[in-house]
């Protein structure tokens, strides 16, 4: 099994110990990610998209025309994934679309037909879910892991076409082939607010608050998550809420990749775990992961 990998830009260049983790699992699992020399930004679905369409199919379709036809591309990143898929889902639907992205890939001496299948790593796990089963040999036991999914992760749904929009499972199902418990809250399908960050400080600082509270008030002793933007705005802002003084969040955040290493048998110091802003020593001393 092979597969070309997108890392995109925010994992490589802000948080390599995620990349770290995935490729750790992933080669322990037997299947191939096969670096692609020239990829670029995806670009942002956030960003380019919204000032200029036809720019960031072309800068997508261009990534995917140097993909090398094996099972496909895969991606670390929920953004980078709804980029590539939104990519494949206008030049298939739209012959003008993939006519007008041609004639720009001309240029570079490129062509795309939409025809490179792509996949969110957790998909792969997911379909792979019996092999991550018979590689965990230190179950995740006494983790009480609230799962963020996020928004790229299932939406839009027609072009995501992957797992159950407003009922979603996959990553609550791979957390509980760990051994560890997923622990339902309110607000789970909620945005953490990383997008409207830039835009408005205070209404994404109100909107990870949220998030945070109603995980708190779980009973969840760490956070599940899949994507680079969703992972900053936890472990980045947990710290800036507290000096309000009317917040105390300690809450581990881990990327499902890092879970699924420490189940696989991976000591903490292999895994960067060093590199989070809220370390997750804590919890493993509190439950006695390694005791």
Not at 160 to 167: L, V, Y
Not at 231 to 252: A, D, R
Not at 274 to 289: A, D, G, S, T, W
Request: hydrophobic share 40%; glycine share 6%.
């Amino acid at each position: 099994m092979s597969y070309d990998l997108f890392l995109g830009c925010v994992i490589p260049a802000r948080l390599p110990f995620l990349e770290l983790s995935s490729r750790k699992i992933f080669e322990k699992l037997g299947i191939e990610l096969n670096d692609v020399d020239g990829f670029s930004c995806c670009p942002d679905p956030t960003g380019i998209e919204l000032i200029d369409q036809k720019t960031w199919l072309a800068m997508g379709a261009r990534n995917l025309s140097l993909c090398n036809k094996n099972g496909g591309v895969v991606s670390f990143c929920s953004g980078c994934v709804e980029t590539l898929k939104g990519v494949n889902y206008h030049i298939k639907k739209e012959e003008s679309v993939k006519k007008d992205v041609n004639e720009i890939l001309s240029k570079v001496g490129k062509i795309y037909d939409g025809s490179v299948d792509v996949k969110h790593f957790a998909q792969v796990l997911y379909e792979n879910i019996e092999k991550v089963r018979k590689n965990v040999v230190k179950p995740l036991e006494n983790f009480k892991i609230a799962v963020h999914y996020g928004c790229h992760y299932l939406r839009p749904s027609e072009i995501i076409a992957w797992d159950d929009p407003f009922e979603p499972r996959t990553l609550d199902e791979i957390v509980e082939v760990l051994g560890a418990e997923s622990i339902d809250y309110d607000m789970k399908a909620e945005c953490c607010g990383n997008p409207v960050d830039k835009s408005d400080k205070e209404l994404s600082l109100l909107m990870i608050k949220n998030k945070l509270e109603a995980i708190q008030n779980s009973g969840a002793n760490c956070i599940a998550l899949v994507c680079p933007a969703c992972y900053q705005q936890f472990e980045f802002n947990q710290k800036e809420l507290n000096k309000s003084g009317e917040c105390n969040f300690e809450i581990p955040v881990f990327y499902l990749s890092e879970l699924i290493a420490l189940a696989f048998g991976f000591k903490p110091e292999e895994l960067g775990f060093n590199f989070h802003r809220v370390k997750p020593k804590v919890l493993f001393e509190k439950i006695q992961f390694f005791g």
